[in-house]
C-alpha cells in the first residue's frame, strides 16, 4: 500500500478500496450476463450489448448530478447514496427474473450503475487525495488494483453460478418450440441469488460507512472554483483526460464485456472454459495494475500509459488476424495492457483543478458513456460482416487515442477563455 502516515487516512483508504472491489465485481459480471441473457431471450450480438448500454448511459446521466452531491453533502453521504442505488438494482433482478423480462433486467442494471456513477465519481478521487499529491497517480493505481482483483474472482465465479445452470443446446433442440421457449427463459432465474447476496453487502457496507467518520478532504485550496460545470473546461488536460476516458472505456468494455462470444468463435472453446480464461483476463489485468503501480515509482504515468497504448494497438491487430489459441492470448495481453488507463487517466485529468475537482471528476465519469456507445458499435460490425474478429478495429482506434493522450493531451494548462 502506498505510505499513508495519517492513521485515519489509511482507514478511510481502506474503507474506499473496498468500493473498487465491489463495483468491479458488479461489472465483471457483465460478461457473464451478455451470454447468458443472449441465450435466454434468443438475441443478436448487437441486441445483447444492450446490457453495456443501459449501465453505461447511467453513467453519463448520473455523474453531473453525483458531482452536485458530493459538492453539497459531502463525500460521505455522496458513498452512501451509491451503496444504496447498487443494492436497490442488484435487488430488483428478483423481480426482473420472476416475469422473464429482459427490458426488467436493463432497468435493474441501470439502477446499479447509477449507483456505481456515484461510487466512482465519489471515490476515485477521494481515494486520489488522501495523501501526497506527487503519489496520487500511484495511490489511485493501488485501488484500482481491487477492481482488477474483481475481474479476475468474477467470471470464475459468476460462469459457475450462472452459465452452468441452464440447458444445452442438444437438449433445447429437441423441445418443442413452446417447450425451448419456456426452457430459456426460466434460465434467468439463476441469477436471483448472487444478486440478491450482493445487494444484502451492500446494504451492510452502507451501515459501515454511515457509522465511520471519515477525513474531510478539501480541494479548493487557491483556487476558486465557478458556479458551473463550464469553469472546469477551461482546464485544456481535462478536455483531453474526458476524451481518453470515452475511447479507454469503450475499448475496455468491448474486450471484456464480449469475450466469451469472441473466444468460442476465435479459438473454438466452449461458453465456460471462455469465463475461464476471461478470469484470466482479469488475473492479468489485476497484475498489470499492481505492476504498474510499482513502475511508476521510475517511470512516469503518462509515459507509462502512451507505451502500453501502442503495444495494445499491435496486440488488436493480433486478435483481428489470427486465429486459434494465440488470439484470446493476444486479448489477455490486452487486458494487462488496459490495466493502468482507467486510473492514470483520471488522475492526470484531475491533476491541478483544486475547486474544480468535483466537476472534473463528474465530466470524467461521465465520459464512461464510451462504454454504453463503441461495444455496441463493435456489435455492429461484428453481426455485419458475420466475423466478431473484426470488431477489435475498434479498441484499435481507442488505443490511438489513448497513445495522444499520454504524449501529448496530459500537460496541465489552462484555456484563455471558459
Known amino acids: 500500500m502506498p505510505s499513508l502516515t495519517n492513521k485515519s487516512y489509511r482507514f478511510a483508504f481502506i474503507l474506499i478500496t473496498s468500493l473498487f472491489f465491489l463495483w468491479g465485481f458488479a461489472h465483471n459480471l457483465d460478461p457473464i450476463l451478455i451470454p447468458h441473457l443472449k441465450k435466454s431471450f434468443t438475441l443478436t450480438t448487437t441486441q445483447s450489448t444492450l446490457v453495456d448500454s443501459a449501465v453505461f448511459i447511467a453513467y453519463f446521466l448520473m455523474a453531473l448530478p453525483a458531482g452536485y452531491i458530493m459538492k453539497k453533502f459531502g463525500y460521505k453521504i455522496g458513498i452512501i447514496t451509491g451503496l444504496l442505488f447498487f443494492a436497490i438494482g442488484s435487488f430488483l433482478f428478483i423481480p426482473a427474473a420472476d416475469n422473464q423480462s429482459y427490458n426488467f433486467f436493463l432497468f435493474a442494471l441501470f439502477i446499479i450503475a447509477c449507483g456505481l456513477t456515484i461510487l466512482e465519481t465519489a471515490a476515485n478521487p477521494y481515494a486520489s487525495s488522501l495523501g501526497d499529491p506527487e503519489t496520487a497517480t500511484q495511490r489511485l493505481n493501488f485501488s484500482q488494483s481491487f477492481n482488477g482483483l474483481a475481474a479476475a474472482l468474477a467470471p470464475v465465479i459468476g460462469a459457475r453460478i450462472i452459465l452452468t445452470k441452464g440447458y444445452s ?4 433442440s429437441a423441445m418443442t418450440e413452446t417447450a425451448r421457449k419456456i426452457a430459456l427463459a426460466s434460465e434467468a432465474s439463476s441469477v436471483k441469488t448472487p444478486y440478491f447476496i450482493l445487494g444484502a453487502v451492500l446494504v451492510l457496507i452502507a451501515v459501515v460507512f454511515a457509522f465511520t467518520k471519515l477525513p474531510t478532504i ?9 458556479k458551473n460545470i463550464l469553469h472546469a473546461f477551461r482546464h485544456r488536460h481535462l478536455s483531453w483526460a474526458v476524451a481518453a476516458q470515452f475511447f479507454y472505456v469503450g475499448a475496455q468494455v468491448s474486450v471484456f464485456s464480449l469475450f466469451i462470444l ?3 468463435k476465435s479459438a473454438g472453446i466452449n461458453q465456460v472454459k471462455a469465463a475461464d480464461y476471461l478470469g484470466g483476463c482479469g488475473l492479468a489485468f489485476l497484475i498489470g495494475r499492481f505492476l504498474g503501480t510499482f513502475l511508476m515509482k521510475y517511470i512516469k504515468p503518462e509515459r507509462l500509459l502512451a507505451l502500453y497504448a501502442a503495444i495494445n494497438i499491435l496486440l488488436c491487430m493480433i486478435a483481428m488476424t ?10 489477455i495481453g490486452i487486458c494487462f495492457f488496459m490495466s493502468i488507463m482507467f486510473p ?3 488522475a492526470l485529468g484531475i491533476k491541478g483543478l483544486k475547486g474544480d475537482t468535483e466537476f472534473g471528476s463528474s465530466l470524467i465519469i461521465m465520459s464512461i458513456v464510451g462504454g454504453a456507445i463503441l461495444p455496441r458499435i463493435f456489435g455492429y460490425i461484428s453481426d455485419g460482416t458475420g466475423n466478431i474478429q473484426y470488431g477489435y478495429i475498434v479498441p484499435l482506434i481507442c488505443f490511438v487515442v489513448i497513445l495522444f493522450f499520454g ?3 496530459y500537460k496541465v494548462m489552462e484555456k484563455n477563455n471558459v
Do not use: C, R, S
Open 218 to 226: 478539501q480541494n479548493t485550496e487557491g483556487h476558486e472554483a465557478g
Open 322 to 331: 489470427a486465429n486459434g489459441m494465440i488470439t484470446v492470448y493476444a486479448v
Open 169 to 172: 443446446d442438444v437438449e433445447l
Open 262 to 264: 469472441y473466444a468460442t
Open 407 to 409: 504524449w501529448k493531451g
Open 344 to 346: 492514470t487517466i483520471f
